[in-house]
């Protein structure tokens, strides 16, 4: 059974910035798609960014050109690099497989002061 950890979060100020981690253990991430998703206080969980097998990556317009996902298989973790982050980004984050979702780990908690 994978199990997730994700690391990194924190309170920083708008225009900021935080290096999100996500540690897997029990699955080797190697060859899945991996996403990084979001859910705010009273909204859905939502996927704001993917990174394929071979490292292709994708983001929602919401973060595109602010947010980066990168992965290291060796360590068998994924990372999210968050730049200019706004009080809208506020969420707790997770990781999960992309296309089979498992159960979801703690999360790290993002919260960006204005």
């Known amino acids: 059974q994978v199990q997730f950890v994700e690391s990194g979060g924190g309170l920083v100020q708008a225009g900021g910035s935080l290096r999100l981690s996500c540690a897997a253990s029990g699955s080797t991430l190697r060859f899945k798609a991996i996403g990084w998703y979001r859910q705010a206080p009273g909204k859905q969980r939502e996927l704001v960014a993917a990174i394929s097998s071979g490292g292709a990556t994708n983001y929602a317009d919401s973060v595109k050109g602010r947010f980066t996902m990168s992965r290291d298989n060796a360590k068998n973790t994924v990372y999210l690099q968050m730049n200019g982050l706004r009080p809208e980004d506020t969420a707790v984050y997770h990781c999960?497989?992309?296309?089979?979702?498992?159960?979801w780990g703690q999360g790290t908690q993002v919260t960006v002061s204005s």
């Open positions: 999960n497989f992309q296309y089979v979702v498992r159960p």
